[in-house]
């Protein structure tokens, strides 16, 4: 595995301190506050209970199995049942988790309808939403993590996501759905568990989960991982590690404050997959590497600190403060394939790096209450948010001594190579937001409830291109809305109508995109209209079904009057049906898979290789997906899943088609006693070629062959 030099920001770990020790005392104070004061009851052991339903949740309504949900408090910042908020949204539970042995976005969404993911150049994850890739729509408790990196699973509770724009609750972005992680917080109840894991290409990875209360008004925990994994790619290598340490106060039954620090480092090999040849992705061997795993590098390093206060103020009135600070360093290096030659004998090879660093620093303040007006009910959220994100990148071409073209059949270049010496893109930047919100969650009468929000972003942008020795300034005024009404004919069921928005400014996803021509344009809308079902068949049972027109406008073209001028028009379509079934078919039996339809086109030409009619990149028409668990005994028990989708475009220029394919997967599970548990996992059961991801027309990456992985538990 290469090593690699990652720049940190200057003085950053120093002011990850500062905040640290101002926020620990800042909430110690805040809370020794509440818990004197009057109308606060004293600390007792007889409190705790109560305390450890906050934020409370209405069990009794909800769904129990291990694979169905029962509430959200990220869609609508309050707890809500999930068929009470009118918006497609599918849980990824720990359960489901554990027995898929998941560990990255791209396992999550396999089974999650109408997202897919894209190969991210192979150094992030691009998750595409209903159309719409994005490297940024990613959060954790609610918060930005909008960093291109891959993130890891082994302190996070669940997954939610989230679909169609989510601009009222989590402001800019968010255009086609968002991917937000619960992460897990200590509690009172006493937990050690380790998982070692070992299978095919050298898999190794090791996690523990340590949950210990101290005392009755505080309880610590951590998550740790560290992996080594080699790939059925050839040269491709993964090492991370990751730690976060949790602190939870409970000062007295009203009031929680959480604590947490996290340092993830993911160190691997930039894979760029496979070029295609005339129409389709170039047959070669799933492990042929293109280009030059060596000098391809990519890491990351995230620290992070987040905090959360929460206090009930009486009569319904809840007010909570979450912030979260976080340093991320990533550099990632690329020697990779381009264009194969006409005889299908010979391929480009290109190279570049790219140096990101960046601070981000939000704060979230929400007051939750409820009132009465006559019979209507109203449940009621204001809020603000305020955050500041310091963005430095530098990108350096790799240079030759002439034009590389290799012979398909060895496709790797190892002849000489410098980067530089001058900076193709350097440039440096602050965002800053100021942010508003309000909604109202309305129930009328048992039958009809409506969900009405808006939101207003105040989001200002100075940039510095380093290498043209320009600076510019932007400030947008962002107003996106939330309209969702909900009919219950039964209480089990609930059928909705949804309408929203969201933007993406001029400064683009990751910060970097203000220029000379698009800084006076206005911001990217997305529109989303949308109309649902959902039935909790029983309490551990749940089906859902959505139908939405998904509408990109302010798209970017060159005027073809005016060459140096630029029109805004209505670019992009998708519309789409979406179906889910999660949780327990029978005690023993239990399933999480969907049905997505898509159809996704460019509306209005855009350019030569995004022209009116042509197909969305990586949307497939047709995407299905079941994962089965069954219990054969308190001791054993195995699973069986299959994810397919139909064929689909590499590009907008449609010329590169992914041919359709049909995955299985198993797993069998194994209770050794009440301590010790062992479980096999088995992807790719029937050992199918197929290509599981693009970037590009040729960056396609083949997916793995055959893989086994063993997992062997111990609580103690």
Not at 678 to 700: G, P
């Amino acid at each position: 595995m290469n090593t690699f030099q990652l720049k940190p920001i200057p003085s950053s770990t120093t002011k990850l301190f500062s905040i640290v020790g101002t926020s620990c005392i800042a909430m110690a104070l805040y809370g020794s506050a509440f818990a004197q004061s009057p109308d606060s009851p004293a600390k007792r052991p007889a409190d705790i209970s109560q305390a450890q339903s906050l934020p409370a949740v209405t069990v009794t309504a909800g769904r129990t199995s291990d694979y169905a949900a029962a509430t959200t408090s990220t869609a609508t910042k309050t707890d809500t049942l999930l068929r009470d908020v009118p918006q497609s949204i599918t849980v990824v539970t720990q359960q489901l988790i554990k027995d898929q042995g998941m560990q990255n976005m791209a396992d999550v969404v396999r089974y999650v309808p109408g997202i897919g993911m894209a190969q991210g150049e192979g150094n992030r994850e691009t998750p595409v939403f209903r159309g719409n890739s994005s490297t940024s729509d990613f959060f954790i408790d609610g918060m930005r993590d909008d960093v291109q990196y891959f993130r890891d699973l082994y302190n996070i509770e669940r997954v939610e996501a989230l679909k169609g724009p989510n601009g009222m609750i989590f402001g800019r972005g968010g255009s086609g759905g968002v991917i937000n992680r619960v992460s897990k917080e200590a509690n009172w109840e006493p937990l050690r568990e380790v998982t070692l894991q070992a299978g095919s290409y050298e898999n190794k990875r090791a996690t523990i989960d340590i949950n210990q209360p101290i005392n009755d008004a505080v309880s610590f925990r951590l998550n740790a991982m560290i992996e080594d994994s080699k790939s059925y790619r050839n040269g491709v290598e993964l090492e991370r590690k990751g730690i976060n340490p949790v602190l939870t106060i409970r000062p007295d039954s009203r009031t929680k404050i959480t604590l947490g620090a996290e340092y993830f480092e993911d160190d691997r090999v930039a894979d760029r997959g496979v070029p295609s040849f005339q129409g389709r992705p170039l047959v070669t061997d799933d492990s042929t590497f293109f280009g030059d795993p060596e000098r391809s590098p990519t890491g990351a390093t995230v620290k992070a600190f987040n905090a959360l206060f929460e206090r009930e103020l009486g009569n319904g009135v809840t007010v909570r403060n979450r912030t979260r600070y976080a340093d991320y360093d990533k550099f990632y290096q690329n020697v990779f394939p381009g264009a194969v030659n006409a005889a299908g004998t010979m391929v480009a090879i290109s190279a570049y790096n790219n140096d990101t660093q960046r601070e981000n620093l939000f704060n979230q303040t929400d007051l939750i209450f409820s009132l009465n007006t006559g019979a209507i009910q109203h449940k009621l959220l204001a809020g603000f948010e305020i955050g500041r994100q310091e963005s430095d990148n530098l990108r350096l071409n790799g240079v030759f001594p002439a034009a590389v073209n290799v012979p398909v059949t060895n496709p790797v270049y190892t002849g000489p190579i410098s980067f530089g010496p001058a900076p193709a893109t350097q440039n440096t930047g602050t965002a800053k937001v100021a942010a508003f919100y309000l909604q109202d969650q309305i129930k009328f009468s048992p039958q009809w409830e409506a969900v009405l929000g808006v939101r207003y972003d105040k989001f200002d942008m100075n940039f510095r291109n380093l290498v043209a020795n320009q600076s510019f300034s932007t400030s947008d005024n962002l107003f996106s809305p939330r309209a969702g009404l909900i009919y219950k004919p039964f209480q089990a069921i609930s059928l909705y109508a949804n309408y929203s928005m969201s933007y993406v400014p001029r400064a683009g996803e990751q910060l970097s995109s203000l220029s000379l021509s698009n800084q006076a344009l206005d911001p990217e809308e997305f529109k989303n209209i949308e109309i649902g079902a959902k039935w909790d068949i029983r309490p551990d049972l749940a089906f859902t079904t959505a139908v939405y027109q998904l509408d990109r406008s302010n798209v970017a073209i060159t005027d073809p009057a005016n060459p140096a001028a630029s029109l805004l028009v209505d670019g992009q379509r998708t519309k789409g049906v979406e179906l889910e079934l999660s949780g327990q078919i029978t005690r023993a039996w239990s399933v999480m898979g969907g049905y997505a339809y898509q159809v996704g086109e460019i509306t209005r030409t855009q350019s030569a290789t995004a022209l009116a009619g042509a197909t969305l990149a990586q949307v497939p028409a047709h995407t299905f997906s079941l994962w089965n668990r069954y219990d054969f005994t308190p001791a054993w028990g195995a699973g069986l899943g299959v994810s397919s989708r139909s064929h689909m475009y590499a590009s907008t220029d449609n010329t590169v088609r992914l041919p359709g394919f049909a995955r299985v997967d198993a797993a069998i599970f194994y209770k050794i006693d009440k301590n010790l548990r062992a479980q096999l996992n088995i992807e790719n059961l029937l050992d199918r070629d197929y290509y599981a991801s693009a970037h590009s027309n040729n960056n396609i990456t083949p997916g793995s062959p055959r893989a086994l992985r063993v997992m062997l538990t111990g609580s103690f």
